[in-house]
């Protein structure tokens, strides 16, 4: 009975895996019905947790999973009731206008919003995670940019087979994007220099080295249209398309998305599951108990931001072996800062990052849309995202109020009883 | 100053609070409670953590407003919206953290708020002088000019009586006075009081320490889950009977401690340890101690005479400048943290929110911390949680740790419990030494019994343990051996039944330390 129990669950969550990955392919390239798989999953995943835990304590799970999820949905419907005010006192339509936003974002365009929020993810993890353990990695941009340089750089020199050179060049660039925060956070640890402003020093200086790395490996002014353009990298070097396998999807959705949400589980993984993770969270949480139980607050941070560093690197790997396939001046710049507010609004979730950047990435696509349909001007989304970001960090601040009036009154609770 | 019986009842009633209920959403605070004040008196209001006490204060003071009840003022029914009227009708409140802005001066702090002068201007000239009459007149030493981050914790204190005091309080609510004060700032603060209730202020005092009650107070009312469990003119009750009162059931309050022969080499040994403070001065000069197994040895000392970089030092937190640390014969001098967590050296910290507990973590991550680096609680890189939670659940029952569940953060539970949970980490290891350092702080009666027991338990397990403790009952009641720290070294060694509480105090503060040496 009890081996019959364990395979059951199992088979359901091995049901879960396949469900939601092939779900999520589909769904990423556009063929919308693949949401049905991922429900699927979902549900398979909820009998699972029914069979392990029992019937209470899954209903239990999913009635938190709801309410956690509430507040993020709440944050996002009061921000569009107030662009839609400001619409309305400036002579526009809205229902128009967000018509426009939701379809450009979410269906019309959605290959955009997926390209847009590939990555964001990378950015918005490597922040999420350097939060984890109280470091505040603002200088994601110049990492990106360094692996933006360094995957030109290989790509452009590389000539070995796709399965090889693709995983080399993520790692390498990673590395070396990884190598650039080094200086930070070394400076960090010896001492004290706070990391806002060198990480951002190192972005800016990243940034503006980007011209000359340019110039140096720019093309023959004769067959290039641009001085300020790259050589394009060998064609052995670019990512997979999503056309390859499934003739629908757009021809520039590249598979960078499924890399960055597997790294988004990794990154998970790593921060709850790991010896790793546990050490971060404890200095982030709380260094000075962290340190008397043996573990070094040096050693950490400098982990912390050598990783956060690595996992901003990538985006800029994907960028270039995924969509642009060389390197030119200002290349998408403000992925970097853009990922602070997909950290924030995720709550540090590298699982939640996953959620943010689609939705970043959908309002700006669905915001040219609609802009170019309606004439709506851009700015309302800009509007939007700061009245979410405004609303999550107003979250943060209530939920720290409440949190200790609650504990307060279950103390008094406590007592009374 | 302690008054005769009745002497109390011939003055004025100044201060009346009839049929107080405070009830919060799912919690009645305040049941049904009568309270009076007399001129001129000093009333304890006594109870444990969550009690009612603070929240019945609240209710005098503003921050609250009753469900239902009246307070009275001298006989006139008043109705505080917020503790500005409650100030404004001469009630004055000083809370147990204090609300001043460090980085201001006395006379900047008093006047905040209340600002003299006229057209946005500040009289600073007349603010000052009226500060500085006002601590001669109290006798209150408080330099008008000092900035509050450089005075020590008891000045701060007695500016936030000061404070009261400028807006021309009558009535004083101290909230815990004495919980982040030495003993000799109490002391001093108990003079500062007689002082104020002699010039007429009456003053409440919100505490859970029975020793406090017997010491300064004229009438006690004892609060048990929000009701009036008790009122007494203090000379009549004795320390049981107050403390009965209060927990609701009978109370050990000295656990006795079998007495003992000690046999073998020391388990741990320091010799001539020196350490540097934070601000380079060397806060401990040459010290010298030995622990044998199964002994206790209290250090006792008034705080800031190298309790702090003794215990860091000894945990691996701190660089020694010169010296050893010898533990079971082998040299652990500047060894890592980690390294004396894996030779069985185990450490409760003074300030447990702090040093001891990842708050947000939970009970069974707060527990494997320290430890989180070896099987069983990892397997290969990924931490072992299905055994965290055993080991945890393990725990939670066998140190009596009331909670929901292992998987609850630790912030969310009682002071008492969460240093039970640091108890259950360090204990459960079987240590060979133990540092505990200021273990009941904050505790209650109840919590303190517990926890005295389970070190006494430790004892009985042969286990060397070093106690550093500011409360010297608690030293008397567990040491072996005392040792007073002052200044960085130990200037005089007791057995506590050739000693007293008096004598030690008077080594403690420098006061015999000369003639000894």
Known sequence: ?417 | MTLKKGAAESRSVCLEMKNIVKRFPRVLANNNINIKLYEGEILALLGENGAGKSTLMNVLYGLYRPTSGEIFLDGQEVVFQSPKDAISKGLGMVHQHFMLVDNLTVTENIILGNEPGKGGVIDYKTARAEVKALSEKYHLGVDPDAVIENISVGLQQRVEILKALYRKAKILILDEPTAVLTPQEVDDLFKVVKTLVETGVSIIIITHKLEEVKEISDRVYILRRGEITGVHSTPDVTKPMLANEMVGREVVLTVTREPKKLTGDPTFIIQDLVVKSDNGIEALKKLSLDIRPGEIVGIAGVDGNGQTELAEAIRGLRKVEAGQVLFQGQDVTGSSTRDIIRKKMGYVPSDRHRFGLVLPFSIAENIAMGYHTDPPNIRGINMNFRYMDEEAQRLVEAFDIRTPGTNVPAGNLSGGNQQKVILAREFSHEPEFLLVSQPTRGLDVGAIEYIHSQILNMREKNVAILLISLELEEIFALSDRILVLYEGEIVKQFRPEETNETEVGLFMTGGKGAENE
């Not at chain 1, 997926?114 to 200088?139: H, V, Y």
């Not at chain 1, 921060?271 to 340190?291: C, H, M, P, Q, S």
């Open chain 1, 1 to 417: 009975m009890n081996n019959l129990r364990i395979g059951k669950e199992t088979l359901l969550l091995a049901a879960t895996v396949v469900l939601a990955v092939i779900g999520l392919i589909l769904y990423v390239a556009a063929y919308f019905w693949g949401f049905f798989l991922m429900a699927g999953a979902a549900v398979s995943y909820y009998f699972s947790l029914r069979i392990k835990n029992g019937r209470e304590a899954a209903w239990e799970d999913v009635r938190g999973f709801l309410k956690k999820l509430s507040i993020p949905a709440i944050g996002i419907v009061v921000a569009i009731v107030f662009g839609g005010l400001i619409m309305l006192l400036t002579g526009y339509n809205p229902l128009k206008a967000f018509r426009a936003l939701f379809y450009g974002g979410f269906v019309r365009n959605w290959h955009v919003s997926i390209l847009n929020a590939t990555p964001l993810i990378f950015t918005g993890l490597s922040i999420a995670f350097a939060f984890n353990a109280g470091l505040f990695n603002i200088g994601a941009e110049g990492q990106y940019y360094i692996g933006l340089m360094a995957s030109t750089w290989l790509g452009l020199r590389l000539g070995l087979p796709p399965i090889i050179v693709i995983p080399f060049i993520f790692v390498v660039a990673g590395a070396l994007a990884a190598a650039y925060n080094a200086v930070p956070a070394f400076l960090k640890v010896k001492t004290g220099a706070h990391e806002v402003i060198t990480t951002m020093m190192f972005a800016h200086i990243a940034r503006y080295m980007s011209p000359i790395f340019i110039r140096a490996n720019g093309g023959d002014p004769a067959t290039s249209t641009h001085a300020y353009v790259t050589d394009v990298i060998g064609e052995n070097t670019w990512l997979p398309m999503f056309r390859d396998f499934l003739p629908r999807a757009n021809y520039r959705l590249h598979i960078g998305i499924l890399i960055a949400i597997a790294t988004a589980v990794f990154v998970h993984y790593i921060l709850y599951k790991t010896k790793f993770g546990f050490e971060i969270r404890a200095v982030g949480e709380n260094k000075d108990a962290a340190r008397a139980q043996g573990i070094s607050i040096g050693v950490n941070v400098f982990r912390a931001l050598l990783f956060a560093g690595f996992l901003a690197g990538l985006s800029g790997v994907t960028e270039v072996l995924g969509l642009s396939h060389k390197m030119f001046e200002n290349l998408n710049a403000g992925y970097g800062w853009n990922g602070i507010s997909v950290a924030l609004l995720a709550g540090n979730n590298p699982l939640g990052v996953i959620f943010t950047a689609i939705l970043w990435g959908a309002l700006d696509a669905g915001g040219q849309y609609m802009t170019r349909t309606t004439q709506t001007p851009n700015s309302i989304v800009e509007i939007i995202k700061g009245v979410i970001l405004f609303l999550i960090v107003a979250r943060y601040i209530y939920t720290v109020l409440g949190g200790k009036l609650k504990k307060r009154r279950s103390a008094a609770v406590k007592e009374a009883k």
